[in-house]
Each structure stands twice: as C-alpha cells, then as structure tokens.
C-alpha cells in the first residue's frame, strides 16, 4: 500500500518538475525565437516552425519510450533515478549546443538532443505519481505540479532579465538551475529498485506498443487523450508564436520583447497557482474531476478569442490571465483524472508515456499547421491563428463528456 506523501516530498517533487520546465520551455518561448532572429531575420518564423516541429516529434517519440524503458530499467539506483540524472545531464549538454551554435542546424541539433533527454527525465519524474502518490492525494498533489510548469517558466524568462537578455544565459541559466533541482530529488527520493525475475522483457514489439494503447479497449483514456492533446494544441500556438504576436502584431521592439514576455509570464503564472491549488484541492474534496476540467476548457477559449481580436499590450496581459487561470485548473485536475483511467498498474509510465504523447506532438503539430493560418488573407494573420487556437480548446472541452470511470 502507497504511504502518504508528507509537504517535503511534495516541495521537491515541485521544485523538479519546475526546473525542467525552466529549462525546456524557455526556449520554447523566447530563447529560440531570439537566437533564430539573431542568426536568419528573414527566415525566423520558418526556421522557427522547422526547429520546434522536428525537436517536438523527436520529444514525442521519447517519452513513451523512455517511460517503457523506466519501466523495465533494472538498477541499485532505483527505476527511476537514473534517467532523472542522466536525461538532465544531456539535456542541458543540447542547450549548451544551441547557446554556442552560431547557424540553424546547429541549433537544431541541439534542440533535438534536448528534446530527446528532458523527456526521459519527464517521463520518468510523471511515473513517480503513480509509484509514490495514494490515490486520495493525487488530486492536490496534481495541483501542485500544475504550478511547476508555470513556476519553471516565470523563473526561466526571469532569468533573462538578470542577465540582460544575453542569449548565452537565457538557455544555459534555466538549465544549470534545472539540472540541481533533478539532482535534489534524484538522490533523495526512495525509488523502487525492480528485481530481474519482474522485468517484462522488451523487443521491437514491446517498442512499438509503447506509442498505443487501444482506445476502443480503454475508451475513457483515449477520451482523455484527446482532450489533453486538444487544449495542449490550442495552447501551443500561444506559447511558440507569443514572441512574433508582440513584435509583429501588436508592434514591440525586438530589444524590448523579453520584458513583456516577462510581464505576461508573471501575469500568468500568478493565476495560474491559484487556479491549480484550488482545483485540484476543491477537486479533491468534492470528488469530482470532469466539471473542472471542461471548465478550464472553456476559460482557454475566451482567452483565445482575446488574442484574436486584440491588438495591444494589455489585451495580450489579460490573455496571459486569463490563459493561467485555465491552464492552472485544467493542468492540475486533468493529471489527477488521468491516472484514474489508467489501463495497466504494471505499465504506468509506458501509459503515462502515451498521456505524454499528447504533451509533445502538439509542440510539433502547431509549428506545422501555424504557417496555414498565418498566411490567410496575407502573411503573419495572428487572429486566424488564435481563433483556430480556440476552436480547438473547445473541442477538449467536448471530449472531456464521453468518459464514465470518473465523475
């Protein structure tokens, strides 16, 4: 039987979830599209779109399969501590590449190496939910890890402000301090050492299963899935074109964005750990996950549709509100109602690999679909982008009805 998880745990648990998130997503948001403006102007927002299209396919790739791999790894350091340490290890070595390259695919090596090693790390930091959380805790424990996405990015834009937007440090400073708080709960965690007799053995089958559950078998998780890669969608096209909407939309300098990509940052993640500390308590001690979750649905379409229609600084911070506000409750409950419809007790990681699927293809998709509506009626239309971001929150909202396991 899973023993409680005392406040510690839970702070380091956090503390680690939101240091890969500093170190993965900061990119994401600023480092790339700067440093791909700083090498090609005229091609930035194209390479943009090849850089995160490729490094998140490879992203999704990753994780099911490390999260396979976690799941059978045999060890004196436990399941899961090894690819902790490890995957850090070389994901910053990719953003130390990206910092010093001086061309495209230089910077899309290294962004492909980082995508590959901070999901075998995520992958495995996800698993230790199932491993170490009871079930009744699950909830406020989500909410908490819903907090560390928007934490870890607040602290990784932060830093560019420290070191005066230098693009050296705004990739390796988020990933220095990524890589100590891993360590920190990599060595102080009790993770399960799994014996050989108990290791499932693992083929070219078993690796091509690790990317598939069957929805038509485990309908409620593939309801799930397709509501999380919904929303996830919609938020992408935010989170990778935000630096070109203010220069080009709403008409920022280039030498000011990152502080008000700072701004609309702290404006998010400030609502953000509200709504993902009361949804997944209130979640929790009403037993209810559904309602909370096509909610927060809902709340991301209408910050959407603001992007869409707007086009000033405090339109794009009330956005940034409202979007923390959604994401927060969403992020934090939906977690918690995943690991409730979980197929397999023996393969959580392998499951919740395929969970993560659904976190990374759409980081490649949006790149890939974006220049589609950008080009409607003439180049960089962000409004057609956005309302198509909102359309597709919605349908995460719809799919969210279909599932039956939970309430």
């Known amino acids: ?72 790894t045999i060890s004196k350091m436990g399941m899961r501590r090894p690819w902790l340490i490890f995957g850090s290890l070389f994901g910053l070595a990719g953003l130390a590449i ?49 907090i560390a996405q928007g934490v870890g990015v607040l602290v990784g834009v932060g830093m560019s402000q420290l070191f005066g937007g230098d693009l050296f440090w705004i990739f390796m400073a988020p990933g220095f301090l990524g890589l100590f708080l891993i360590f920190l709960f990599a060595f102080t965690i009790h993770d399960r050492v799994l014996s050989a007799k108990n290791r499932p053995p693992y083929n070219f089958v078993e690796f091509l299963r690790s990317f598939w559950t069957n929805p038509f078998k485990h309908p409620d998780f593939g309801w799930a899935w397709i509501s999380r890669f919904s929303i996830l969608l919609a938020l992408s096209f935010m989170t990778t074109y935000q630096t070109f909407y203010l220069i080009k939309h709403v008409g920022i300098a280039q030498s000011d964005v990152n502080q008000f990509i700072f701004l609309g940052t702290l404006t998010s993640v400030g609502i953000l750990i509200f ?3 009361l949804g997944g308590f209130l979640s929790d001690k009403l037993h209810r996950r559904k309602m909370f979750v096509w909610l927060s649905a809902l709340v991301a379409v209408l910050a959407l549709y603001l992007l869409a229609t707007g086009h000033s600084v405090g339109i794009f911070l009330l956005a940034a509100a409202v979007i923390g506000l959604a994401q927060g409750a969403y ?72 599932i039956r396991r939970v309430r």
């Open 1 to 72: 039987m899973i023993q409680n998880v005392k406040g510690w745990f839970i702070f380091r648990y956090t503390a680690a979830m939101a240091g890969l998130f500093a170190a993965l997503l900061t990119p994401v948001i600023l480092g790339l599209s700067l440093k791909l403006l700083d090498i090609d102007p005229q091609n930035a927002t194209t390479n943009l779109s090849i850089v995160a299209g490729v490094g998140a396919f490879l992203a999704m790739v990753a994780n099911p399969f490390f999260g396979r791999l976690s799941d059978r």
């Open 98 to 146: 990206i910092a010093i390259g001086n061309s495209v695919p230089m910077v899309l090596a290294g962004w492909c190496l980082a995508q590959i090693a901070f999901n075998a790390t995520l992958a495995a930091l996800y698993a230790v939910v199932a491993d170490q959380v009871p079930q009744k805790q699950r909830g406020t424990v989500s909410g908490f890890l819903g």
């Open 275 to 277: 709504g993902s500390v």
């Open 331 to 402: 992020m934090a409950v939906d977690l918690a109602l995943v690991t409730e419809v979980l197929p397999s007790k023996k393969d959580t990681a392998k499951d919740l690999g395929v969970i993560n699927i659904a976190n990374a293809l759409p980081q490649s998709v949006a790149p890939a679909i974006a220049p589609i509506f950008l080009a409607i009626n003439g180049p960089d239309n962000f409004t057609s982008l956005f309302l198509t971001a909102a359309v597709f929150a919605g349908l995460a909202a719809i799919a969210i009805f279909p």
